[in-house]
Nanobody, 121 residues
């Protein structure tokens, strides 16, 4: 089983910064794209940023210029640096990874437990 564990969430003032981390562990054979999603109260889960295994990144328009996604393949870890936070960034942030585990050739989706980011109004 592939497990993802997020960390780094918390309470921050508007304009502040946070860095989220997501470490993957388990019987990983091939790690493909990783990304961050978020879900605010009463809203659908939405894509925040993705990064391919080769380092190509994509961002939601709402976070371009403020957030930066990166990964450390040696550590199977993905990061999300969040700057210039505002109240609309308040949400539970989820780490996502597409990976192949030992004994399988299927690329499957894995999700972390989520970490709360709260930006005070």
């Amino acid at each position: 089983q592939v497990q993802l564990v997020e960390s780094g969430g918390g309470l921050v003032q508007p304009g502040g910064s946070l860095r989220l981390s997501c470490a993957a562990s388990g019987s990983i054979v091939f790690m493909n794209a990783m990304g961050w999603y978020r879900q605010a109260q009463g809203k659908q889960r939405e894509l925040v940023a993705t990064i391919s295994n080769g380092g190509t990144t994509t961002y939601a328009d709402s976070v371009k210029g403020r957030f930066s996604i990166s990964r450390d393949n040696a550590k199977n870890t993905v990061y999300l640096q969040m700057n210039g936070l505002n109240a609309e960034d308040t949400a539970v942030y989820y780490c996502n990874a597409k990976a192949t585990r030992s004994g399988s050739f299927r690329l499957s989706d894995y999700w972390g437990q989520g970490t709360q980011v709260t930006v005070s109004s």
